[in-house]
């Protein structure tokens, strides 16, 4: 089956600064990945995902990038502010028909200093 | 919001005992599945359920089961709880539509189950 590994486990940056997190995949027929956000006690939140077709896509201070040779895909925040401060979670998928199985990363802990 | 509502929020339950779910999705969401997330750890899947038939299923013993109604509500029943069953407990739907918001996939805010 799948299998995702997430770098770094925890990551600490300056307001202002750049974040990038990183997350490999095995599975070569995955085709859908998304980025989750979780704040501490609540669920998981959709922040951006990329499909296979696209290599990069943005939404503001935040973009994902894919290399489907390589297997791997990054979330890249800009301008990091204290409210970006959560556990980032990616995952992969193989989408379509009626199988919507999402395998996850163990999480990456960014903490945003003033 | 995320149109996917779970209830309880939290409880606690004793080993041994057994434990129902249950979550609402949106009109429509015809695929629903289940995660276990420990403290500390991402979401694990546990099953999913397309049209009222379970249709995929993780590394979970029998003693996890759910159904799907044609309402598009859903249960997970957990017997026998064990101690490592201590969770947050989240369903996920998919969202309906084609192209991309078709295969967004939205967590409900889960319930968070404690064995004692």
């Known amino acids: 089956g799948e299998n995702v590994e997430q770098h770094p486990s925890t990551l600490s940056v300056q307001e202002g600064d750049s974040a990038v997190i990183k997350c490999t995949y095995s599975?070569?027929?995955?085709?859908?990945f998304p980025w989750y956000k979780q704040e501490l006690g609540k669920r998981p939140q959709l922040i951006i995902d990329?499909?296979?077709?696209?290599g990069e896509k943005k939404d503001q201070r935040i973009a994902v990038t894919l290399n489907k040779t390589a297997k791997h895909f990054s979330l890249h925040i800009t301008e990091t502010q204290p409210e970006d401060s959560a556990v980032y979670f990616c995952?992969?998928?193989?989408?379509?028909?009626?199988?919507?199985?999402?395998?996850f990363g163990k999480g990456t802990l960014l903490t945003v200093n003033p | 919001e995320t149109g996917v509502t779970q209830s309880p929020t939290h409880l606690i339950k004793t080993r041994g005992q057994q434990v129902t779910l249950r979550c609402s999705s949106q009109s429509g969401h015809n695929t629903v599945s289940w995660y276990q997330q420990a403290l500390g750890q991402g979401p694990q899947f546990i099953f999913q359920y397309y049209r009222e038939e379970e249709n995929g299923r993780g590394n979970f013993p029998p003693r996890f089961s759910g159904l799907q109604f044609p309402n598009y509500s859903s249960e997970l029943n957990v017997n026998a709880l064990e101690l490592d069953d201590s969770a947050l407990y989240l369903c996920?739907?998919?969202?309906?539509?084609?192209?991309?918001?078709?295969?967004?996939?939205?967590f409900g805010e889960g319930s968070w189950l404690t064995v004692v």
């Open positions: 599975d070569s027929a995955s085709n859908y």
């Open positions: 990329i499909r296979s077709n696209v």
């Open positions: 995952a992969a998928s193989q989408s379509g028909g009626s199988n919507y199985k999402l395998t």
């Open positions: 996920a739907s998919r969202g309906t539509g084609t192209g991309d918001s078709g295969n967004t996939i939205y």
